[in-house]
């Protein structure tokens, strides 16, 4: 069993940059594939990044490719989602999520309570 919180969130402008953290405890935690979801107001939840157990691999949704960063840190138990050149279209809840398959998916095993993330223009 994985338990996940998540910090970092907040208000932001439009273009300003923001880093999301999320600690992770039990389990193992290099035994997991890691990522984000999100989900705005009104909608569902959408996949936006994910990574490998070692880091080598990750994957991104065309959203936010090329803006937003995912990195772990196994020794710390921590990932990171470090999102720049922000939009509007980036305000919602941010979840971190575990899972022993990595996968450009919404179904995970595990998710964190999450973090409001707003951008104001």
């Known amino acids: 069993q994985v338990q996940l919180v998540e910090s970092g969130g907040g208000l932001v402008q439009a273009g300003d940059s923001l880093r999301l953290s999320c600690a992770a405890s039990?389990?193992?935690?290099?035994?997991?594939?890691m990522g984000w979801i999100r989900q705005a107001p009104g909608k569902g939840r959408e996949f936006v990044t994910a990574i490998n157990w070692s880091g080598a691999y990750t994957h991104y949704s065309n959203s936010v490719k090329g803006r937003f960063s995912i990195t772990r840190d196994n020794s710390e138990k921590r990932v990171y989602l470090q999102m720049n050149s922000l939009k509007l279209e980036d305000t919602a809840f941010y979840y971190c999520?575990?899972?022993?398959?990595?996968?450009?998916?919404?179904?995970?095993?595990?998710w964190g309570q999450g973090t409001q993330v707003t951008v104001s223009s």
């Open positions: 039990g389990g193992t935690f290099s035994r997991y594939a």
């Open positions: 999520v575990a899972d022993e398959v990595f996968a450009r998916t919404i179904s995970w095993d595990y």
